[in-house]
């Protein structure tokens, strides 16, 4: 099992920026991709960024240039730098990793933390 356990969420204005945090603990030493996702009101969760357990990044289009996505390995420990934020990045920003055991995958997501952005 992997308990994860997000911060760094909050109320910003437009323009300015946040830093997420999501802590990994448990069966950590399987860990393969970790990432961000958001869901807003009325919405589906949908893709922010994830990186490999090699430093690979992918990125939503719609954050590409303002998020950056870090990761350390040592401290089971995934970040998402948000900056240039705007009002439709408001969103609940959830943490996922997948962990690998065998020929298996296991998914595990955070408790979201909410990010809003007013304009």
């Known amino acids: 099992q992997v308990q994860l356990v997000e911060s760094g969420g909050g109320l910003v204005q437009a323009g300015g920026s946040l830093r997420l945090s999501c802590a990994a603990s448990?069966?950590?030493?399987?860990?393969?991709?970790m990432g961000w996702y958001r869901q807003a009101p009325g919405n589906q969760r949908e893709l922010v960024a994830v990186i490999s357990n090699g430093g690979s990044t992918n990125y939503a289009d719609p954050v590409k240039g303002r998020f950056t996505i870090s990761r350390d390995n040592a401290k089971n420990t995934v970040y998402l730098q948000m900056n240039s934020l705007k009002p439709e990045d408001t969103a609940v920003y959830v943490c996922?990793?997948?962990?690998?055991?065998?020929?298996?995958?296991?998914?595990?997501w955070g408790q979201g933390t909410q990010v809003t952005v007013s304009s």
């Open positions: 996922h990793v997948r962990r690998l055991q065998g020929a298996f995958a296991f998914d595990y």
């Open positions: 448990g069966s950590t030493s399987s860990i393969s991709v």
